[in-house]
C-alpha cells in the first residue's frame, strides 16, 4: 500500500466529533466527487466514508430514495426546492465552514475525494485535484486559513492546490487529524535529515582530506629533497623535529602535527634507550600507555561513513590513538589512514592509546567496532 493510500485509509475511518463537521466533509466529498451515487467501485475508501457519514448523520444505508437524497443535498445547501433536484456545485456554501472544525473536515473530505501524497521517502508533495477554478481557490484559501502557503498549478482541464515543504505537510496532515499518518512522516524526515547530515559530514571530511593529502604530499616532496641533498641535520632542532613528525605522519594535518610538536614524548629519549610516542616504552613519565585486540563485529565493513564516524569519537579524546592490522600501523584519528586500511568485519585489530584519557579512548572505539 502507497503512503497515500494508507493516508487515505486513515481517514476513511475518522468522523469529526460534531453533527456539523460531518456535514461540512460530506459537502467535500459531493462536491469534489460529484454525484457520490455515481462513483464507481474503483475508489471504494470515497464510498465506505460516504456510507458512514450518511448512515451517523441521517440513519441511513442507501441514500437511492428521492426523500433520502433530498435530506443529503439539502443538509449540504445544495437542494433546489423549485425543481425538486439537486443543484451540485463545485464551491460549498460557506456557512458550512465557519468554524475551525469544519474547515478540518472540508479539507479532508477534499483529500479523500481528490487527493494524493508522495512516498515521502523519495520527496514531499501534497496535491488535491480541483475540477475548476473556483473550487481550486475555495480549497487554497480554507488550507492557507491555517497558516500554511498552498498554491494552484493548472493541469490540462484541471486545477491543482499542492503543497511542497516537508513541514507543511505535516502540519496539513495534522489538520486532517491523520495522526498515525503524521507519525510514520515524521519517522521519515528524521531519518532522511540524520541521513543527509551525515552525508555532509561526509563529504566535508572528504574536501578537508583532499587538502591535506595535497599539502602533504607537496611538504613530502620537499623533505625527501633536503634529505638527500643537505640532509636533515642540516635544519635547525625545530624543523628537523617537525621534518621528522611529518615523515611519520605523512597524513595529519598541520594543525595536528603542531600538537605532536608540543607534546614532551617527542621531544627526546625517555632514558631508558626508547623513543617516546611509538608505544614502545611503558615506565613512569613514558606517558601512558594502553594495548588491546579487539575483534570487529559490526553490522557492515568499515567503509566511508562508518570510518568517518570512528573517526569523530576518536577525535573527542586527547590521547594519542593507533590501530595496527597485518604490519600497518596508522593513527585512528586520520581517515585517510583509516580508509587506506580497507577494515573487514570479523577482521582483528590491535588498538593502543597513550594519554591522560586512554582507557576511555580504547573503550569507546571497542564499542564501536563491536556494536
Request: net charge neutral; with cysteine.
Amino acid at each position: 500500500m502507497s503512503f497515500s493510500s494508507e493516508v487515505k485509509a486513515e481517514l476513511a475511518k475518522h468522523l469529526g466529533k460534531s453533527m456539523h463537521c460531518r456535514i461540512a466533509e460530506l459537502a467535500a466529498l459531493i462536491a469534489f466527487a460529484g454525484n457520490i451515487q455515481e462513483i464507481q467501485s474503483e475508489n471504494p475508501l470515497l464510498q465506505e466514508k460516504y456510507r458512514l457519514l450518511i448512515k451517523q448523520l441521517f440513519g441511513l444505508e442507501e441514500a437511492e430514495s428521492a426523500a433520502a437524497q433530498k435530506r443529503i443535498f439539502s443538509s449540504v445547501k445544495m437542494w433546489e426546492e423549485e425543481t425538486g433536484r439537486a443543484a451540485l456545485t463545485d464551491t460549498v456554501n460557506g456557512i458550512l465552514m465557519q468554524q475551525t472544525c469544519c474547515r478540518r473536515a472540508f479539507i479532508r473530505g477534499a483529500f479523500l475525494a481528490g487527493g494524493s501524497i508522495s512516498d515521502p521517502r523519495k520527496s514531499y508533495h501534497f496535491e488535491i485535484v480541483c475540477r475548476s477554478e473556483a473550487q481550486a481557490m475555495q480549497l487554497r484559501d480554507i488550507i492557507n486559513s491555517f497558516e500554511m502557503d498552498a498554491k494552484i498549478v493548472p493541469r490540462k482541464k484541471y486545477q491543482v492546490v499542492y503543497l511542497k515543504e516537508g513541514a507543511q505537510i505535516v502540519d496539513i496532515l495534522n489538520v486532517m487529524e491523520a495522526h498515525v499518518a503524521l507519525m510514520n512522516l515524521e519517522n521519515v524526515r528524521i531519518l532522511k535529515e540524520m541521513r543527509n547530515s551525515v552525508n555532509r559530514k561526509v563529504n566535508c571530511e572528504t574536501a578537508n582530506i583532499s587538502k591535506t593529502v595535497n599539502a602533504a604530499v607537496k611538504q613530502l616532496a620537499d623533505i625527501a629533497y633536503i634529505r638527500e641533498t643537505a640532509g636533515l641535520s642540516s635544519l635547525s632542532d625545530n624543523l628537523r623535529a617537525a621534518a621528522e613528525l611529518r615523515l611519520e605522519y605523512p597524513d595529519a594535518p598541520l594543525a595536528e602535527l603542531g600538537g605532536y610538536l608540543d607534546r614532551p614524548e617527542n621531544q627526546g629519549d625517555c632514558g631508558c634507550g626508547e623513543r617516546r610516542g611509538q608505544g614502545t616504552c611503558g615506565r613512569k613519565g613514558c606517558g601512558r600507555y594502553m594495548k588491546k585486540e579487539v575483534r570487529i563485529n559490526m553490522e557492515t565493513n568499515l567503509e566511508a561513513r562508518p570510518i568517518a564516524t570512528m573517526v569523530q569519537v576518536a577525535s573527542r579524546y586527547e590521547s594519542m590513538i593507533y590501530l595496527e592490522t597485518e604490519g600497518k600501523r596508522v593513527n585512528v584519528k586520520s581517515m585517510m589512514g583509516m580508509m587506506s586500511l580497507a577494515l573487514m568485519n570479523g577482521e582483528t585489530v590491535t588498538l593502543d592509546a597513550e594519554g591522560a584519557d586512554e582507557e576511555a579512548a580504547i573503550r569507546a572505539l571497542e564499542e564501536f567496532l563491536t556494536e
